[in-house]
């Protein structure tokens, strides 16, 4: 029986996909699940205003302070620390809550919150009256389930929170990429690669896909990025290897399979020739850790 990361869809039963909790009621009910590696379908901004505390993503470990904002795109994989000492507010909601027009789906899938191409998406949040009002407004609209214009008036407060933060985070430490060709061919092929990585591992497998020539690919990606589109696959697919590794008690074989290796050797060979080290060898090695 193989056993997957585990995942969480929204909460079921709710009149639409959107929610504001508190991060310490939500920590102490669920402490088992917030604590272990899991993925979610849906989007997180995180509020963490009391304490100093870290937070893994993907095997990233993000430093918290005190008014530290995190945002978390959907089906990652993370987990708060075991410690806890934190507290504050977190807004969950997903694609069809967001997603009512094509334009909201292009802002979402271009956001510098939740598609940073270099780093995980956090802000300090000195004192901005007009970020906590527009806070405290979603938080009061969000009580009013009964309300006609409720859902609407949810997504547009949210919308302004969104676009509020990537201002700030625009004033902090975000390297800014200029949009153009370049970088409309790199979110189009980190789309693809997120939807294909388990079946497709050839460059020209993508290019096809997007219509585009091999050579127009990577010069897309080494400009933005500084990295080939082969550079790129490949670090995918030793992400989720790593993630299946060390969060699943799959068999090494049962990974290979899963990311289209038909062969354990293929597998192990192509591990190693990434990592230095065997598939055994990093899950003995961070579990020991």
Known sequence: ???????????????????????????NVHKELMTSPHRTGFYHVLWFQEGITNHLVDF???????????????????????????????????????????????????????????????????ENKAFEDLFALIIEESGNEND????????????????????????????EIKKDA?????????????????????????????IVSAKRLNQATSKVLGKTPKELIDERVMLEAKRLLVYTNESVKEIGFELGFEEPTNFIKYFRKHSDITPVEFREQFRMD
């Open 1 to 27: 029986m193989v056993s997957d990361i585990i995942k969480y869809d929204f909460k079921p039963g709710l009149p639409i996909e959107f929610e504001v909790v508190s991060l310490g009621d939500l920590y």
């Open 60 to 126: 990233k470990q993000v430093t918290i302070e005190p008014n530290t904002i995190l945002f978390l795109n959907k089906d990652i994989v993370h987990q708060f620390d075991t410690k806890g000492n934190f507290d504050g507010k977190a807004i969950l909601f997903t694609d069809s809550f967001f997603c009512k027009t094509e334009n909201h789906t292009k802002y979402l899938r271009n956001s510098i919150l939740f598609n940073d191409l270099f780093s995980v998406s956090k802000i300090k949040l000195n």
């Open 148 to 175: 006609t214009f409720h859902s609407d008036i949810l997504h547009n407060l949210l919308h302004n929170l969104l676009l509020k933060s990537e201002r700030i985070r625009r004033e902090q430490d975000f390297t």
């Open 182 to 210: 370049h970088l409309d061919y790199v979110i189009m092929f980190k789309d693809l690669l997120e939807k294909e990585f388990r079946n497709r591992k050839q460059v020209s497998n993508y290019a096809d896909g997007l």
